[in-house]
């Protein structure tokens, strides 16, 4: 176990639901991340919360909104999303401080979207 | 942006033999090189990485080597076992952040027994 957990594991929704995404760590971390992986392509980074500054990537569409009350918590929105959003979603956490590269990944939720 | 190529996609090789993945990065300011491990079902794991005032760096039946004039690093395992098949991503971070972390696409390691 890294440290980090995430719920649900699996999750079928169709374009009309709304459902969300929970992270958590362990790790005393103060950055959370959302990646987004889909087959046969790079990690995609979605957000990035650090120190209590968010961060995005322009392309993550609106139908995705994260939230991150605290500095152990994450969760990522999901509402009215299409069949391409299908993909294992992921959480990271990592210290920042100088010399703080190092990014623990949780296990994902595999999402299919019908 | 930083850019990261990742060669091969797909790589098999007998159990014992050695495996080597290669990846190339784009911006000469990129810093941290790290490779993760994916298992089936798992999310990625931190295995090894170098920084960019080291050329090469060794753990045991992995090594990474980097060199920074042609902007190219690649991972090295030795003695390969089963249990090394999995996903291999290599990364490139840009401003020494985890947060700028840029994955190549990823190679399935396959160790034949």
């Known amino acids: 176990e890294t440290g980090v957990t995430q719920t649900p594991r699996h999750l079928v929704m169709g374009m009309t639901n709304k459902k969300s995404l929970k992270c958590e760590q362990h790790l005393g971390h103060n950055a959370m991340y959302w990646y987004k992986q889909s087959a046969k392509k790079p990690l995609e980074l979605m957000f990035v919360y650090s120190l209590e500054e968010r961060v995005e990537n322009n392309s993550v569409p609106s139908r995705f909104s994260p939230e991150c009350p605290n500095s152990s918590h994450l969760f990522l929105h999901l509402h009215t999303l299409q069949p391409e959003d299908s993909a294992l979603y992921l959480c990271?956490?990592?210290?920042?401080?100088?010399?703080?590269?190092?990014?623990?990944f949780g296990p994902g939720t595999r999402l299919t979207v019908t | 942006g930083e850019n990261v190529e990742q060669h091969p996609s797909t790589l098999s090789v007998q159990e014992g033999d050695s495996a080597v993945i290669k990846c190339t990065y784009s911006d000469s300011a990129s810093n941290y090189f790290p490779w993760y491990k994916q298992e089936l079902g798992k999310g990625p794991q931190l295995i090894i990485d170098i920084r960019s005032n080291v050329g090469e760096k060794k753990d045991q039946r992995i090594a990474v080597t980097l060199n920074k004039t042609a902007k190219h690093f690649s991972l090295h395992i030795t003695e390969t076992q089963p249990e090394d098949s999995a996903v291999y991503f290599c990364?490139?971070?840009?401003?020494?952040?985890?947060?700028?972390?840029?994955f190549g696409s990823g190679t399935q390691l396959t160790v034949l027994p």
């Open positions: 990364a490139a971070s840009l401003s020494g952040s985890a947060r700028q972390l840029t």
């Open positions: 990271a956490s990592s210290q920042e401080v100088l010399g703080g590269y190092e990014q623990y």
